[in-house]
């Protein structure tokens, strides 16, 4: 067992992860290190498309504070407003920041940044890449990592967190190349592991590894997490993937149907249509679907009708909808609607941080969309998860290079690493009377419909014992694949049974928030309560593998809670 | 439902002597990425290879089928099996990089090799502000100059399509040099940065692209790293990196077809490669077996027009500063030692005589690297 040793470590590589070991390389002599379970640039970060919110210093009549409040109203006031005030005042210049080291945002003809209108901001004030925000700054942050000669751990996969129960020492991880499981000691560690999404297998927009391992391995380690319940679905994603299609779709002027070719936006937001904010207009799609009017043999989907804009606007507008309708759909545009449905896109919910990004183990960190800050609150802004991400990779940086500049040696102790590795064993010798391609479909499709986008208390209870169930069944999920090198057969099975950990703990609060809050949509309980649910969720696993739910006060400032009204 | 035999190079260099090829039937449906899910899914759990965001972002997923370099996300299988007419689909690593296992590269050794290229900004403080607060203007015509470069994901099909690399060991790749491109065109970055940047692209095998243009088709975004290449070594030229061969072969080229409308195959040895005496061999050479060499061509009809001609071309590509006006002064010379009268005169001679100088244009526009 080869021991590793390090002051700092960064577990993934995307956006937070990136600006983070930047930051912390340019502050501090201390030894960090980046580990990554994909090589940096293929984080999901860089499939981010709309832009950044930031208040610049030329955006004229708009404020942080505004900024602040729409952040805080989009999130159906469970946000923690000290936290949303610290990320829209550090907008502008982390924004700078970033276009000073390369990243080529889209400008004005006087060469200033351009800012554009966004869902449920009342100024404009997303700054955007053309359409490949999040790409542009993977790449650039990439770029200038090579520049500062960050240590990088390409491949490696987090295997547990290893904390004395009041701070951090180190955490094991597996050599995806190599083979191996490896205790990593460390004064800190800053967890950036990015989303859960991946929960909903079958119906997401986020890429094949965003199994939450960073949030899950919190879990097992003790650590509390936030708001769990929380998941954002966007309205269109195609039908058979959860592909991500454009909110630019819409914006373009296509029309969302149902199997009697009928507008029902129509219905639902008589005036702005199929321009609702996205949670409206998941909400009526999926409306239609489970009242029957949905398309399809199965009418399981909803068209989105791009037809009347003829082929010249859709090419040059929309090339890529058209060219991922064709790809992974099988239809063109041009000529017939889209089969779309909505998509889990975002967790709201994640490792229980506060507003500097701390949790409560010292030394630990977390930032981007795997912590809860919380910034986001029931529901997030457009726009803001790249900003969270940025400010919160910078912050955690600052707070770990403080942290470990003092902090003793630790000494974290083998057991744990011997542990993993036995694990990893056993699953290698289970029985294999499942399979992890099985169990997480059908995990998938029990998400999907017990805690999609509308929830209701009997079919979520039913929901829950279908996960307890599968979750006994992964007991016996074998790892074919016995090899050392490059054994994605094992990665596999490890993902699965992150999201087999983390679907409790979306379950159990989601039973127990009987209100509907930001996308937390529940049919027996289609109010908000300010009353009795305005606080936080907070889920533990205990040593036994039950959950314990609690709840936390939200922070309020400055905006007392008031209806959601667009 | 319709299937397809995918016939899968494996490979574990720690069980298997040799690597071999295993054949999977899969649906024809949605992408190749998709049929490779399918086997691990369903046939095959113990098949490697890189996938991650499924949608043409990330880079992760290039490979070759049957020899041609592919996006496995981006190429829908009913394609290959219409290209293919039905044959099996070979399904290999790309080229140029170790196989760790099945169809997983090392691709450690370009990024390293990128790195040497400093592809990163360079922040010109008379340019980018230090302040972190203020602001730096960039017009939007500016960044025309970098807007396909910039979208290079690294996915390192470019790398295995290249001659280039298959040829020189040190040579970069074509997607460092458009990642060091893109900063050559920046505004923003420091002079002292761009002259580093060509000089370790000249000794990283800047003058080894033998210009197949393969990168460019191959590249899945749009990049254009053969076209940039030739950019480099444009500026490599105007910033006076003229030693190596080929830098002084495109210096020959253009101040000999600039003085006399010809290349000049008796020089080219000695200008470009120092060999002093190749001019004398090949000159006997040429003798003794009769044909007619001229040690300078002679000037022709038009001369002086097409040299106007030809320095508006060099313009509008921005290359006119690669003249060299000492070289063509000298090649005047020659030319007016050897026929007794200086160039003008001759021309004009020419013009007498009537010879037709048509032609020579469009020939010229050939040796320009076809533009
Ligand atoms: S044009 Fe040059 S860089 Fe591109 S593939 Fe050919 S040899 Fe390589
Ligand atoms: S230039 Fe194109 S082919 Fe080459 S690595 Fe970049 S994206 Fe891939
Ligand atoms: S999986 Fe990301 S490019 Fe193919």
Redesign the interface.
Same mark, same amino acid.
């Given at each position: 067992m080869v021991e590793l040793d390090y002051d700092i470590v960064i577990v993934g590589g995307g956006g937070a992860g990136l600006y983070a070991a930047l930051w912390a390389a340019e502050n501090t002599i201390l030894k960090v290190a980046v580990m990554t379970k994909v090589y940096p640039t293929r984080s999901h970060t860089g499939a981010a498309e709309g832009g950044i919110n930031a208040v610049l210093t030329h955006s004229v009549g708009d404020s942080p504070e505004a900024h602040a409040y729409d952040t805080v109203k989009g999130s159906d006031f469970l946000a923690d407003q000290d936290a949303v005030d610290i990320m829209c005042k550090m907008g502008a210049a982390v924004i700078y920041d970033i276009a000073h080291r390369g990243v080529p945002f889209s400008r004005r003809p006087d060469g200033r940044i351009a800012q554009r209108p966004f869902g449920g901001a009342s100024f404009p004030r997303t700054c955007y890449a053309a359409d490949k925000t999040g790409f542009y700054i993977l790449q650039t942050l990439y770029e200038q990592c090579l520049k500062n000669n960050v240590t990088f751990l390409n491949e490696w996969f987090l295997l547990s967190i290893i904390h004395n129960g009041e701070k951090v020492e180190g955490i094991t991880a597996w050599d995806i190349r190599n083979g191996g499981v490896h205790l990593i000691k460390t004064k800190a560690v800053i967890l950036a592991t990015g989303g859960h999404a991946r929960v909903y297998w079958n119906r997401t927009s986020n890429a094949l590894g965003n199994t939450g391992d960073g949030t899950a391995a919190a879990l097992r380690a003790g650590l509390p997490l936030k708001d769990m319940e929380f998941i954002q679905f966007h309205p269109t994603g195609l039908a058979k993937t959860g592909i991500l299609v454009t909110e630019g779709a819409r914006g373009e002027g296509g029309y969302l149907r149902n199997k009697d070719g009928e507008r029902f936006m129509k219905r639902y937001a008589p005036e702005k249509m199929e321009l609702a904010p996205r949670d409206i207009v998941a909400r009526a799609i999926q409306t239609e679907i489970d009242e029957g009017r949905g398309c399809g043999p199965n009418g399981d989907y909803i068209c989105l009708d791009l037809t009347h804009l003829g082929e010249e606007k859709i090419n040059e507008r929309l090339p890529q909808t058209r060219e991922h309708a064709i790809l992974y759909e099988g239809v063109d545009p041009v000529k017939e609607p889209i089969p779309i449905a909505p998509t889990a896109h975002y967790s709201m919910g994640g490792i229980d941080a506060d507003k500097f990004g701390r949790t409560p183990i010292k030394g630990l960190y977390a930032a981007g969309e795997c912590a809860c800050i919380s910034v986001h609150g029931a529901n997030r802004l457009g726009g803001n998860s790249l900003l969270d991400v940025l400010v919160y990779g910078r912050l955690t940086a600052l707070e770990a290079v403080k942290y470990a500049d003092e902090a003793p040696e630790t000494n974290p102790s083998v057991a744990k690493a011997k542990d993993d590795e036995k694990r990893i064993l056993e699953l290698m010798e289970a029985d294999g009377k499942e399979k992890v391609a099985d169990l997480r479909r059908e995990l998938g499709n029990v998400m999907m419909k017990h805690f999609g986008v509308f929830r209701e208390e009997k079919s979520m209870k039913e929901g829950l014992e279908k996960i307890m169930e599968i979750k006994e069944r992964a007991k016996h999920v074998k790892v074919y694949d016995t090899s050392k090198k490059f054994n994605t057969d094992l990665i596999t099975a490890l993902e699965f049974l992150n999201l087999v950990d983390l679907a409790p703990a979306i379950a159990v609060p989601a039973i127990e928030r009987k209100e509907s809050r930001g996308a937390h949509a529940r049919k027996d309980y289609p109010k908000r309560d300010d009353k009795n649910f305005l606080k936080h969720s907070v889920i533990k696993r205990k040593e036994d593998g039950t959950y314990e739910l609690s709840w936390k006060p939200v922070t309020i400032t400055k905006f007392p809670p008031e209806e959601r009204k667009y | 439902m319709e299937t397809a035999v995918l016939q899968v190079f494996r490979y +574990?260099?720690?069980?298997d002597q040799a690597p071999y090829y295993k054949e999977y039937e899969v649906p024809v449906e949605?992408?190749l990425l998709n049929a490779l899910l399918y086997i691990? +899914?369903?046939l095959d759990?113990? /098949?490697?290879?890189?996938?991650? =965001?499924?949608?043409e972002? =990330?880079?992760?997923c290039s490979m070759k089928v049957n020899g041609k370099t592919k996006l496995a996300c981006?190429t829908?299988m009913k394609e290959l099996v219409e290209t293919w007419k039905g044959k099996p689909l070979r399904i290999e690593p790309l080229n140029h990089m170790k196989v760790?296992? +099945?169809l997983?590269v090392d691709?450690?050794k370009p990024i390293e090799k990128m790195?040497t290229l400093?592809?990163?900004?360079?922040?010109d403080p008379r340019v980018?502000?230090t302040d972190? *607060?203020?602001?730096?203007?960039?017009?939007?015509e500016e *960044?025309e100059a970098?807007k396909d470069q910039?979208? =290079? *994901? /690294?996915c390192f099909s470019c790398y295995s399509a290249c001659e280039a690399v298959a040829d020189n060991e040190r040579y970069r790749g074509p997607f460092a040099f458009s990642k060091a491109y893109r900063?050559q065109v +920046?505004r923003?970055d420091i002079e002292t940065a761009k002259e580093k940047r060509i000089r370790y692209a000249i000794s990283g095998g800047l003058w080894s692209c033998v210009q197949c243009q393969k990168c460019l088709y191959v590249c899945p975004k749009g990049v254009k790293p053969a076209e940039d290449i030739q950019n480099l070594r444009g500026q490599a030229v105007k910033k006076g990196f003229t030693d190596k061969p080929g830098a002084k072969k495109l210096k020959h080229f253009v101040d000999w077809i600039y003085a006399t409308g010809q290349i000049n195959r008796l020089y080219l040895p000695e200008e470009v490669y120092g060999n002093k005496e190749a001019r004398e061999k090949l000159t006997k050479a040429y003798t003794e077996m009769g044909v007619e060499v001229w040690e300078v061509p002679k000037p022709t009809k038009g001369l002086m027009k097409f040299r106007d001609i030809y320095l508006e071309i060099l313009s509008k590509e921005d290359k006119a500063l690669d003249l060299d006006y000492s070289h063509v002064r000298k090649i005047d010379k020659m030319v007016s030692d050897i026929f007794k009268a200086d160039i003008c005169t001759i021309v004009d001679k020419a013009h007498e005589e009537g010879r037709s100088s048509r032609g020579l244009i469009s020939k010229l526009k050939g040796l320009l690297g076809g533009q």
């Open positions: - | +574990d260099p720690e069980k949605g992408t691990k +899914d369903n759990p113990t /098949l490697a290879f890189r996938a991650f =965001c499924r949608s972002v =990330c880079g992760s981006k829908p760790i296992k +099945d997983v691709i450690d790195k400093i592809p990163w900004l360079v922040p980018v502000p972190p *607060m203020h602001e730096s203007i960039i017009y939007p *960044m970098y910039i979208h =290079c *994901m /690294l900063f +920046d923003r």
